[in-house]
C-alpha cells in the first residue's frame, strides 16, 4: 500500500513562503497523479493543485494561480508545493494525494482528480499551514 507523509507547514507572515512537501513509500510514483487538498475550519475541502507524472501537465485552483507552484522529483518519491505571496486565507491543513494515473487517461489534465467521490490509493494525515496578518 502506497503511503504519502506532508513536512513543510508552519507559521508565517502575509506575503511569506513556505514549501511543503510529500514524501511517498514504498512505491516510485511514476504512475500516479499527485495533488494537494487544503481545509480550513468550517469551510470546504478544496483542492489546490496536482501535477501528472510529466511536470507539464497541472492544475492550479484560481485562488492560488501564480503564487503556487506544484513540482515533482520522481528519483526522490516527493512531491512539492512552494507557495509564495501567502494570505491569511491560505490558512488550512495542507493534505497530499496520490492516485494511479491510469484512472484518468480519459481526461486531459489532473485536475479530475479532485472530483467528489474519489478515492486516492494514498492520503496523508496533513501539515498545518497557518498565514498570519
Known amino acids: 500500500q502506497l503511503h504519502v507523509v506532508e513536512s513543510g507547514g508552519g507559521l508565517v507572515q502575509s506575503g511569506g513562503s513556505l514549501r511543503l512537501s510529500c514524501a511517498a513509500s514504498?512505491?516510485?510514483?511514476?504512475?500516479?497523479?499527485m495533488g494537494w487538498f487544503r481545509q480550513a475550519p468550517g469551510k470546504d475541502r478544496e483542492g489546490v493543485s496536482c501535477?501528472?507524472?510529466?511536470?507539464?501537465?497541472?492544475y492550479y485552483v484560481d485562488s492560488v494561480k501564480g503564487r503556487f507552484t506544484i513540482s515533482r522529483d520522481n528519483a526522490k518519491n516527493t512531491v512539492y508545493l512552494q507557495m509564495s505571496g501567502l494570505k491569511p486565507e491560505d490558512s488550512a491543513v495542507y493534505s497530499c494525494?496520490?492516485?494511479?494515473?491510469?484512472?484518468?487517461?480519459?481526461?486531459?489534465?489532473?485536475?479530475?482528480?479532485?472530483?467528489?467521490?474519489?478515492?486516492?490509493?494514498?492520503w496523508g494525515q496533513g501539515t498545518q499551514v497557518t498565514v498570519a496578518s
Open positions: 501535477i501528472s507524472s510529466s511536470d507539464d501537465n497541472t
Open positions: 514504498p512505491f516510485s510514483l511514476d504512475n500516479y497523479i
Open positions: 494525494i496520490a492516485d494511479p494515473i491510469i484512472h484518468y487517461r480519459a481526461y486531459s489534465d489532473c485536475g479530475p482528480i479532485f472530483l467528489p467521490g474519489r478515492q486516492y490509493a494514498a
